[in-house]
């Protein structure tokens, strides 16, 4: 199969689709793998990385699309890229179908064979597309969080491990999914003191086995969350609800309780947020401060550490990619359920259903 991995052009997205060792495999199986040129400067890839592992650099974005049977990339294409979709080309990235008309409608229009990383889903339900994008914001968070608690930039001047003599900082994690733990196991690591929430007994007992004492679980409620946020230093907002908006569990009144300085992450903003004031930032401006209490909430963390998030993509999307390429898109899905789970538009066809739910659209429409 012809492969192409064209370079993002979506704002501030510096992922690539692909990373060399992603193109060695396909080459490897036969497949012919074109990679615009610079596409994965930004994740510490360079053209010569790609030819040394068998790709061919194509100038431009428009050759890379016509000379494809299958595109790879990170995210759903936008406007520049709709006219440059063939019929029949497998698109193969993540799509958030149900947070844009506009695109499903293009897409169906395009009579493209869509498949969405984020519907793929394992046996157990767990996402495995999504999970590695988790596990960076998870850690990630901790990472900004111990920057923002700085006194220059208005947190509260408390180093999170402490120095002997001198108690440690507090993180408060809600939520025991895969940002919370990751996040949890950061700050540990550098040894602050953590709580985390759940409500989610055996989530709770999963970490209360393998985390180390200084990490505490504490079932989650109001009550327990609104005595925690006096002392903590930190808080990281992780939960999620599946399919419906994260639930508040700290509101606006909250943040007075709160020591000035104290700073919340919001990783879950991109389902809403868990914190009554959170609002979507970017990398460019990540923070906001109301009631001194310091708001980080980016809704696409991950993009700030590229090299490590498109590897840790490429890592969860090969498997998948290859057998896309080496059965075809019909037989692959017919022999992975996993992989059918993604499949959301058929030659103009929506094949997912809640798709069609989320605009409120019958079957006939469109
Ligand atoms: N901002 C970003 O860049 C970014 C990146 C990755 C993921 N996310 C978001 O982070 C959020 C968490 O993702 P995840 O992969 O860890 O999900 P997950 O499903 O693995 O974990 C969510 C956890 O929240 C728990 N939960 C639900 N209600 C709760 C409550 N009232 N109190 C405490 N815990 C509660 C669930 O039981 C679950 O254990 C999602 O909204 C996801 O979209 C954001």
Known sequence: MKVGIPKEIKNNESRVGMTPGGVFELVKNNHIVYVQSNAGESS????????????????????????????????EPIAEEYDLIQEGQILFTYFHFASSEVLTKVMMKAKAICIAYETVEDE????????????????????QGAKYLEKPVKGRGVLLGGVPGVAPGKVLVLGAGVVGIQAAKMA????????????NMKRLRYVNDVMPPHVVTEFSNEYNIRKHIKTH????????????????????DMLKEM??????????????????????TTHEDPVYIIDDVVHYSVANMPGAVPCTSTMALTNVTLPYTLKLANLGWEVACEKDA?????????????????????FGWEKEVV
Request: proline content about 4%; hydrophobic content about 45%; charged content about 20%.
């Open 188 to 199: 540990a690591g550098l040894g602050a003191h953590v709580t985390i929430m759940d409500i």
């Open 338 to 358: 996993s992989l059918k789970k993604g499949l959301s538009i058929i030659s103009g066809q929506i094949v997912y259903e809640e798709i069609r739910e989320a």
């Open 44 to 75: 510490g890839f360079f053209n010569k990385d790609y030819q040394q592992a068998g790709a061919i650099i194509l100038d431009s974005i428009a050759e890379v699309y016509s000379m494809s049977e299958m595109i790879v990339k990170v995210k």
């Open 233 to 252: 230093d930190l808080i990281i907002g992780g939960v999620l609800l599946k399919g419906a908006k994260a639930p508040n569990l700290i509101k606006r």
């Open 124 to 143: 157990e339900g767990t996402l495995p597309l999504l999970t590695p994008m988790s596990e960076v914001a998870g850690r990630l968070a901790i990472q």
């Open 259 to 280: 020591r000035p300085g104290t700073v919340i992450i919001d990783v879950a903003v991109d389902q809403g947020g868990c914190v009554e004031t959170t609002r979507p």
